[in-house]
Structure formats: C-alpha cells, structure tokens
C-alpha cells in the first residue's frame, strides 16, 4: 500500500521544528539586542571617563604648571574629585545615568576615574537577571612644556 498518505508518526514533524527554530531566533534577537545596548551604555560610560578625567587633570593641577620641561604636574586628590563631580554635574550625567558612582583616584600626576552605573537591559527575558552593571575608567597626565 503504497499511496501518497504519510505515515501517522511523522505528522506535525515541520510544525515542531519550526517552533523550535522560531524560539532560537528570538532568543538569538534578544542576546543580540541586550550585548548591543550594553556596548553603546559602555562606549558613553567611557567617553564621560575620558572627560572627567581630563577636567580632573585640568582643574587640579591649575595653580602646578611651572617647572621643568618634560615632568609632570602634580595633581590634588580633593581639587581632582571636586572637578570631576562638578564636571559630572556640568554635563548632567546624574540625570541621564541614574546610579551613576565615580571614583577618583591620584597617584602623583596622573588622575583616573573611575565609572559604574547600573543598567536595565532592553529585552528581559525569563529566569535572567534583566539589570547589570557598566563599568568604565578613563585617565589623564598633564606634562609640562
């Protein structure tokens, strides 16, 4: 009996499959979506980094720029922190990334910042933790010509 009727095991084969592959993809999306968002909050973490500590370094070493040529100006803890929090508050950073943290850091002449803020991530999904955290530094000498 050979007619063109499928045998009754293999019906709906495609239909499963197809589900399946449908789960994957969205998965697939949502990984995509998620590692995207983070890289971009990542990327402005970093240039909001940059830019604190370059007023950091400005404002710091303010009243230090006289010596010899080649060294370095020695850069104030409590200047450094002042600027990069108003620097910070400047740009509206508090506002744009809630939860934003800064660290200042001075080891002599060189002043690095360091940046966390928590992030919720664009697609949840379940049994994932839908929020992470970016972290992101940036530093800055300033020598003397």
Known sequence: MTSG??????????????IIFAVCLLLAISAVTNIAGSYLR??????????AALSASDAAAAG????PPGAYV??????????VEAYLRQTGAHGTYPGLRAEIVVDD???VVYLSMPYALPVT??????????HASGSAVMPIY
Request: charged share 20%; aromatic share 2%; hydrophobic share 40%.
């Open 5 to 18: 009727r499928r045998r009754k095991d293999e019906r709906g084969q495609i239909t499963a499959m197809l």
């Open 42 to 51: 990542r990327q402005a973490a970093t240039s909001l980094a940059d830019g």
């Open 64 to 67: 230090g720029v006289y010596g």
């Open 74 to 83: 020695v850069i104030d803890q409590a200047a450094a922190a002042s600027a």
């Open 109 to 111: 002449n060189t002043v």
């Open 125 to 134: 999904l379940p049994g994932v933790q839908n929020t992470t955290t970016i």
